[in-house]
């Protein structure tokens, strides 16, 4: 395949970041008019794995795996659904760039696991990278406060914290599982198979839960919307990574964040003050430099 010229690679990468950032944005809004978020994860990842289904049909990608690789598959499928539905919790509890800010530490957790897994001992410039993401995470959810301040900022945002860090465990698992469990297999198989898994385990939560239907139109138009979002931006992903000229260029998608903080301002009406925000581009430059220091 003939790799696309870098600026449209670029150009691509930031469009498919700025997708991302609207499912999420779609999400709280499904989430206040009605919907739950058993439903926007039923919505998300069986949309998804429809849409990876009709692609891999289309490129004629034989869908076939072994028994082994495909229960490990679905396997990580079920920890998708835990991520799904932590990520979802956490953006109707928190402003939403805040809850995508404390979901994207899973670079630096992934690279924990697999250091503790004997994969890959991380260099000095990593562990800085490190320690400085989790200050400035520290000043973007606003907890550098002391005493009765800080008891009082965690009651008003700990639960939300609490399923963002836990989308962000799950992820930087599945991470380490497809690196041990999957290497070598089509990323489009290996994606459709998992988010396969995830929506049933999502539709058995669904009907162990219940199944709360947005309330109005515009909530309707929110679960739509997410789907839509989630699914063009995955499938775009896997569709034009392969044509990247740098693996590197991924870190374009380090943008979501930055596109959340403008976003969830303009249609949300959620602002971060000044320090927070300097916070959330100390945790986006820290993720890319860990990247660059893997290399």
């Known amino acids: 395949m003939t790799p696309l010229p870098r600026w449209l690679g670029i150009a691509i990468l930031l469009a498919i970041a700025v997708t991302f950032s609207l499912n999420h944005i779609a999400a709280r809004i499904a989430f206040d008019h009605g919907a739950s978020v058993v439903t926007g994860v039923v919505f998300r990842s069986g949309g998804t794995a429809l849409a990876l289904l009709a692609l891999l049909l289309a490129l004629r990608v034989p869908l076939a795996l072994p028994a082994p690789t495909r229960w490990r598959a679905f396997a990580i499928g079920i920890v998708v659904a835990v991520q799904s539905y932590c990520i979802y919790a956490a953006v109707a509890r928190l402003p939403v760039a805040l809850a995508l800010l404390t979901f994207n530490t899973y670079p630096l957790l992934f690279a924990l696991m ?165 916070g959330a581009l100390i945790v986006i430059g820290s993720v890319v430099a860990l990247g660059m220091a893997k290399r």
Do not use: H, K
């Open 114 to 278: 697999a250091w503790a897994a004997g994969m890959e001992r991380p260099s000095r410039s990593a562990f800085a990278a490190m320690l400085v993401a989790f200050f400035g995470l520290a000043l973007a959810l606003d907890v550098t406060r002391g005493g009765g301040e800080l008891a009082a900022r965690w009651d008003e945002i700990g639960t939300g914290v609490a399923f963002a860090t836990g989308a962000s465990l799950s992820f930087a698992l599945v991470l380490f599982l497809n690196a041990r469990w999957l290497q070598g297999v089509d990323g489009r198989l290996r994606s459709f198979f998992t988010m396969s898994s995830c929506s049933a385990a999502a539709i058995a939560g669904a009907a162990a839960t219940g199944f709360a239907l947005p309330a109005d139109t515009i909530g309707w138009l929110g679960l739509i919307l997410l789907t839509l979002f989630y699914g063009s931006a995955i499938t775009a992903l896997f569709v034009f990574q392969p044509l990247m000229r740098s693996a590197s260029d991924v870190a374009v998608l380090n943008f979501e964040p930055v596109a959340l903080l403008f976003l969830g301002w303009v249609i949300l009406g959620q602002s971060l003050g000044p320090l927070q925000i300097a």
